[in-house]
């Protein structure tokens, strides 16, 4: 039977704990697919492939104007001067035909020399192939460029003894058969220079800065992975990774997607079963959804097919001889398909070039992806008018999918030009400078973390009820002393002695209250914190137990919820809150104290409410000075600090350690300066100064009073001070305490030490040596003896 499901409230609103998970998964599923129809938009076999979009221009403005300078200066563009007998290191072929609409050749050509240092441009040798039959047909027949850049022209004549089949070809529209053709017999004509390499580059595209470097390089290290292993080409452009279903090997992506399936849900289950207390709230059928719907739904698999297209394909010469052999000019397959059935029968590996060292340039793919765009419409397409900027040179990886039973992905990088690295380092200190900008402009946020845990600020006192008994919480409103409207949770248990003091027929005496003021760390709601106040009221009450005719002590504790924090309004501020404490102590001093009470103040703070309760203190006694002081008779009994922050510099040095993270050094830009030993030492100068006469009503000799006892001149006593450290203090490092404690010692103020054995940042007192040195701390300043059995009888439990 499903168990009943869990409400978590938002506001009015209530979810369940299935809602909540499908919710989650659909807005994650939503974001991903959102994010792959933006990604995956220009790949063919994509399920989010758009042709009106996928061959908009995204190569970079800057590379074509290079490339048109060049062309501009081709007049003066001199041949490289060659030994005789010195063969290139690779052929470069680009194969060319009249197009609809723009002509790009040029710009191709321009693209693979400009940039070219003079040993590079003897390395390459440039044949351009003009493809139409006749080739005065094509628009750069007419070009200056076209006899000073290639290193050879070639064309078709009519003693071609194929001519008559390339001519039926190309007036049938046989354009896949002529293409095919025409790439091999130009790679043919190559691999007669004795290069290399030989390089097969298409006529619509862009070669980045510095793409021969990155080339060679890129051979050079593939030559050596490949380890005499025959390997067909390394591929200098493709289009993104295919990711989703697609038709190449559907079993393989099946079988991965079922065992995927298998092992999360297998995952699920056997978690529920073992772990049946802790996720008794996670209902079966929320499990079910999850399994059946979104695991299905998120699987997709990335293609090792990498990328498609042939715009650059450089083949080794070893590899031409038998791949011309495999050709097939009576096929229908377009030339990548070709080559890449003959990889896969053969087993030949194939390596790509990671990022591309090619751009795409025209609308229309000679492949036939894409929209043909009349001239007149290119300049209308979306995202013609400002186009994109990518690198202009790039650093590059080599990968390889060695056959179609491997799908082995190896990667090498290399760089360019040294703009690469600028690129990277400059993107870093930006990164770097923005995140400091905003860490400074958003610290209130990151530093009072009011909204964490999720949903705290709509956690109620009775959510908690069960695990505070017996002590019974209350909750209160007052006001900042700028009228903001605050809560306060009032606890308390009966003093021991409450119901003989009734009874007696004695005198009424004067009773003795101590009220425990509570300020919390930075994190979280008041209500969270109330089971740990509980066990210390407690623990107080246990060892507080006195025999008849004792001083009887009655203790509270009220625990301060900060503006912004909990229901409190307003928004959290270093100065806000310093408010929000005076006002709490100056709304216990009005709300406790009575004619019959003798009534004193311990002051503890947690974390970063350790500086709050220093400031307050401070601010409480210094009150004493001004001349309407009178809530400041009231004697301050103790000051807890439980694993305190010395200063926000500190903190930000604890949480960011590595000296070479730019975080820790922005202290100097933080508005919120709470300062633990820096409000010891102003503690310290207070109670040097000479204080004014004790009034007729002041209690002499109290921790925290104006003066000691009837002495004169009179002097001040401050309150002693209990620090208490976590030994395992995930938060605050340990020279924390051992930084304050000295600082106690040099301003020769009254400290007392616990280091709690095996405790985390929130876990002091939640430990018994720890509760227990806090709760006798409490006694020792406040009660008139807690009695050795009681103490023994405490240490028991």
């Not at 990671?354 to 043909?372: C, D, E, N, W």
């Not at 994190?523 to 246990?542: C, E, K, M, W, Y």
Request: with cysteine; charged share 20%.
């Amino acid at each position: 039977m499903t168990p009943p499901l869990r409400s978590f409230r938002f506001g009015r609103f209530s979810l369940s704990a299935t809602g909540i998970i499908v919710l989650a998964f659909s807005a994650l599923y939503l974001l991903s697919l959102r994010y792959y129809r933006g990604a995956s938009y220009r790949d063919p076999t994509s399920f989010f492939f758009d042709a009106s979009r996928a061959y908009e221009r995204h190569y970079s403005a800057k590379r074509i104007a290079e490339a048109d300078a060049f062309l501009g200066a081709a007049g003066d563009v001199r041949p490289p001067t060659r030994l005789p007998g010195e063969t290139p290191k690779i052929c470069v072929g680009i194969v060319t035909v009249r197009r609809r609409g723009d002509q790009y050749v040029g710009l191709t050509v321009a693209s693979l020399l400009d940039g070219l240092g003079e040993p590079e441009r003897k390395d390459l040798l440039l044949y351009l192939l003009v493809g139409n039959t006749d080739p005065t047909q094509h628009p750069i027949a007419s070009e200056k460029w076209v006899e000073t850049l290639p290193d050879r022209l070639l064309t078709y004549s009519e003693d071609n003894p194929d001519f008559q089949q390339i001519k039926a070809w190309e007036e049938g529209g046989w354009y896949r058969n002529k293409t095919i053709y025409d790439y091999t017999h130009l790679m043919k004509d190559c691999y007669d220079t004795g290069a290399d390499y030989v390089a097969m580059i298409e006529d619509d595209t862009l070669a980045v800065k510095g793409w021969l470097r990155s080339a060679f390089q890129a051979l050079n290290a593939v030559q050596k992975r490949s380890r005499g292993r025959d390997w067909i080409y390394l591929r200098l452009f493709y289009v993104d990774d295919l990711l989703g279903w697609n038709s190449e090997e559907w079993p393989r992506y099946l079988a991965g997607s079922l065992l995927i399936w298998a092992l999360l849900t297998g995952a699920m289950v056997a978690a529920k079963r073992r772990f049946q207390t802790e996720l008794k709230s996670l209902p079966n059928n929320a499990i079910w959804i999850t399994s059946c719907l979104f695991i299905p739904a998120a699987i997709a698999s990335t293609s090792w097919q990498y990328g498609c297209c042939s715009q650059g394909l450089v083949y080794p010469r070893s590899i031409i001889p038998d791949l011309l052999e495999r050709t097939d000019l009576t096929t229908d397959w377009l030339v990548d398909m070709m080559v890449e059935k003959i990889a896969d029968h053969e087993g030949w590996t194939r390596w790509a070039v990671v990022p591309s060292l090619l751009q795409h340039i025209g609308a229309t793919s000679s492949k036939g992806y894409g929209s043909i765009f009349p001239p007149t419409e290119l300049s209308t397409l979306p995202g013609l008018e400002k186009a994109r900027h990518p690198r202009e040179t790039t650093s590059t990886s080599v990968t390889s999918r060695p056959s179609a039973q491997c799908s082995r992905f190896i990667y090498l990088f290399y760089t360019t030009d040294p703009y690469p690295p600028a690129i990277f380092t400059g993107l870093l200190i930006t990164l770097w400078t923005w995140k400091c900008f905003w860490i400074v402009v958003l610290q209130d946020k990151l530093l009072y973390l009011s909204w964490l845990p999720p949903f705290s600020r709509s956690e109620t006192i009775a959510n908690y009820e069960a695990e505070c008994r017996p002590v019974n919480w209350t909750e209160r409103p007052i006001r900042s002393l700028d009228g903001t409207r605050l809560t306060v949770c009032e606890g308390r248990i009966p003093a021991p002695g409450d119901r003989g003091r009734e009874a007696a027929a004695d005198p009424p005496r004067k009773r003795k209250s101590v009220v425990i003021c509570y300020f919390q760390g930075n994190g979280g709601s008041t209500p969270l914190r109330l089971p740990l106040l509980s066990h210390v009221l407690r623990a107080i009450r246990d060892m507080s137990s006195s025999p008849p005719g004792e001083f009887d002590v009655e203790y509270t504790v009220v625990a301060l919820s900060y503006r912004g924090y909990w229901t409190s309004s307003g928004r959290a501020t270093q100065r806000g809150i310093e408010l929000d404490a005076q006002a709490l102590l100056e709304w216990v001093s009005q709300t406790f104290s009575a004619p019959d009470k003798d009534l004193q103040l311990v002051l503890w703070g947690h974390s970063l409410g350790a500086a709050v309760a220093s400031k307050a203190a401070l601010a409480y006694l210094s009150r004493a000075d001004s001349p309407n002081g009178e809530t400041s008779k009231l004697p301050i009994a103790g000051l807890v600090l439980e694993a305190p922050i010395s200063s926000i510099k500190d903190m930000l040095i604890s949480l960011y350690p590595q000296k070479w993270l730019p975080y820790r050094y922005l202290w100097p830009f933080s508005w919120n300066n709470w300062d633990v030993a820096s409000y010891l030492e102003q503690m310290a100068h207070w109670q040097d100064r000479p204080a004014n006469p004790p009034s007729e009503n002041h209690m002499d000799g109290e921790a925290g009073s104006l003066c000691s006892q009837s002495a004169a001149p009179c002097s001040r006593a401050l309150p002693p001070i209990f620090l208490m450290s976590a030994k395992e203090d995930e938060v605050i490092p340990p020279w924390v305490a051992d930084q304050l404690e000295q600082k106690a010692k040099d301003l020769k103020l009254d400290l007392e030490r616990k280091d709690v054995p095996g405790a985390m940042h929130i876990e002091g007192p939640l430990k018994v040596d720890g509760r227990k040195a806090l709760v006798n701390f409490i006694l020792k300043r406040t009660a008139r003896r807690a009695t050795d059995k009681s103490l023994n009888k405490y240490s028991a439990h």
